[in-house]
C-alpha cells in the first residue's frame, strides 16, 4: 500500500512541475527563501550580489553603457578578505529576486568599508540612485530601487517601537523580529496617487522648486488615512491646483524608493475646460500650467541638457521613460492624436 501511494505522489508531483510556470515555480522558491532561513543561508553561497555603499548602487561603465554588475559569493569572500572581514558579513545581505534557474539575488550595503578601494578593485563607481535608475537598463532599474528600499528599512528599523529593544532580521531579509515584545516587522510601502489632469484638448503639469530645472511632471501625493484612490486623485488635484475632477480612471503602478519605498498609483483625471482656471497652491507648487499637444509632443523630445536657452531660461522638458509620470504623459499623447 505505501508504495502505491507512493507511486501515486510520484506522479502528482511530476505533474505538478509540468502544469505550474517557470513564474510559479520562481515564486514559491523565493518564499521558501523568506521562509526558511537555513535554505536561504545554504543560498547565499551560490548566489549573486549587488553592492551598495550608503544606499548607493555599485555601476561599472562599459563603453558608453552603464552595467549592475552581480559578484558571486566567491568575488564577495575575496573583496572581504581583503578589508579583513568573515564572511559572516555576507548574513548582512538581503534577498530581492532569483533568476528563472532558481539562482537568488542578494543586494548588500558595504557603507562601513573604505569606498574608494572597493571602486579601485572592482572597477566601477557608486552611484546616486536617483542618477542610476535613469542611465542603467530598463530591466535593473526596478531591482536596484527595491533592493535600496529594502537595505533603506532594514537600517531604520533596528529597534522595536513598542519596546525599544533591538529587532534581528531573518537570513533574506523579509522581516525583523523583536524577540522581547514577540512583535514581527514587515517591510512596507506607502501609496503615492500620480495624476496626470486634462481638460481633453490639454494637460496640466508642474513643478516643484526641488526639481531640475525647467522639468515638468504630473501631480502627485501621498494617500491620507482612510482615502482610497479616488478621494486622493479628487483631494490632490482640489489642494494643488484649485480644480474639480469631473471623472477618472487608474492606469499603472510603479513602485518608486524616494522618499522611501512608496507605490506610485498612476491616473488620469478630467476636469471641466469651462472651468479649468488653474489656483496654483504656492506652498507645494513653484509652477503649474497647461500644455498643448504640440508643446507635450516637443518636450518628449527635449533632454534635460539642451533644455537651457541663451537668456539662461528652460524649456520644458519631462521625466524619462522608466518614470511612471512619462508613461501617462505618452499616454495622453496617444489619446490625442487616435
Given at each position: ?14 505533474l505538478?512541475c ?11 522558491y523565493?518564499?521558501?527563501?523568506k521562509?526558511?532561513d537555513?535554505?536561504c543561508?545554504?543560498?547565499?553561497t ?6 551598495f555603499?550608503?544606499?548607493?548602487p ?5 563603453g ?21 572581514e568573515t ?8 534577498l530581492?529576486?532569483?533568476s ?10 558595504l ?10 578593485e572592482l ?7 536617483r ?15 527595491s533592493?535600496?528600499?529594502?537595505l533603506?528599512?532594514?537600517?531604520s528599523h533596528q ?8 529587532t ?20 512596507q510601502?506607502s ?18 522648486p ?10 502627485s ?9 479616488e ?15 469631473e ?31 488653474i ?7 513653484e ?6 499637444l ?19 531660461s ?25
Amino acid at each position: 500500500m505505501a508504495a502505491i501511494y507512493q507511486a501515486v505522489y510520484r506522479r502528482a508531483s511530476s505533474l505538478f512541475c509540468r502544469l505550474h510556470s517557470t513564474y510559479v515555480r520562481k515564486m514559491r522558491y523565493l518564499n521558501e527563501l523568506k521562509e526558511d532561513d537555513s535554505l536561504c543561508r545554504q543560498a547565499q553561497t551560490s548566489g549573486t550580489f549587488y553592492l551598495f555603499h550608503n544606499l548607493s548602487p555599485f555601476l561599472q561603465k562599459v563603453g558608453k553603457k552603464y552595467l549592475v554588475p552581480q559578484l558571486s559569493a566567491a568575488e564577495m569572500k575575496r573583496i572581504l578578505e581583503k578589508f579583513k572581514e568573515t564572511e559572516q558579513w555576507i548574513e548582512k545581505s538581503v534577498l530581492i529576486s532569483c533568476s528563472d534557474e532558481h539562482v537568488p539575488h542578494f543586494a548588500l550595503d558595504l557603507g562601513a568599508l573604505q569606498k574608494s578601494v572597493i571602486e579601485s578593485e572592482l572597477k566601477g563607481s557608486f552611484t546616486d540612485l536617483r542618477k542610476a535608475l535613469f542611465i542603467v537598463d530598463g530591466k535593473d532599474s526596478p531591482l536596484l530601487a527595491s533592493a535600496q528600499s529594502l537595505l533603506q528599512w532594514h537600517d531604520s528599523h533596528q529597534y522595536c517601537s513598542k519596546t525599544g529593544q533591538p529587532t534581528q532580521k531573518n537570513v533574506a531579509g523579509s522581516k525583523r523580529v523583536c524577540h522581547a515584545s514577540g512583535i514581527t516587522y514587515y517591510p512596507q510601502m506607502s501609496p503615492v496617487v500620480i495624476t496626470l489632469v486634462s481638460d481633453r484638448s490639454r494637460c496640466l503639469l508642474a513643478r516643484q522648486p526641488s526639481f531640475p530645472q525647467g522639468m515638468y511632471t504630473a501631480l502627485s501625493g501621498f494617500c491620507d488615512v482612510g482615502e482610497n484612490v479616488e478621494e486622493t486623485v479628487r483631494r490632490e488635484v482640489a489642494e494643488e491646483v484649485g480644480l474639480e475632477v469631473e471623472s477618472l480612471w487608474y492606469t499603472a503602478s510603479q513602485h518608486w524608493p524616494f522618499p522611501s519605498s512608496c507605490l506610485m498609483i498612476a491616473c488620469h483625471a478630467l476636469v471641466r475646460a469651462q472651468q479649468a482656471e488653474i489656483s496654483m497652491n504656492s506652498l507645494e507648487l513653484e509652477e503649474a500650467r497647461w500644455f498643448g499637444l504640440e508643446e507635450i509632443i516637443e518636450g518628449l523630445k527635449r533632454e534635460p541638457r539642451s533644455s537651457k536657452q541663451d537668456d539662461g531660461s528652460f524649456l520644458p522638458w519631462f521625466p524619462p521613460q522608466q518614470a511612471i509620470a512619462h508613461q501617462l504623459i505618452c499616454e495622453w499623447v496617444k489619446q490625442q492624436t487616435s
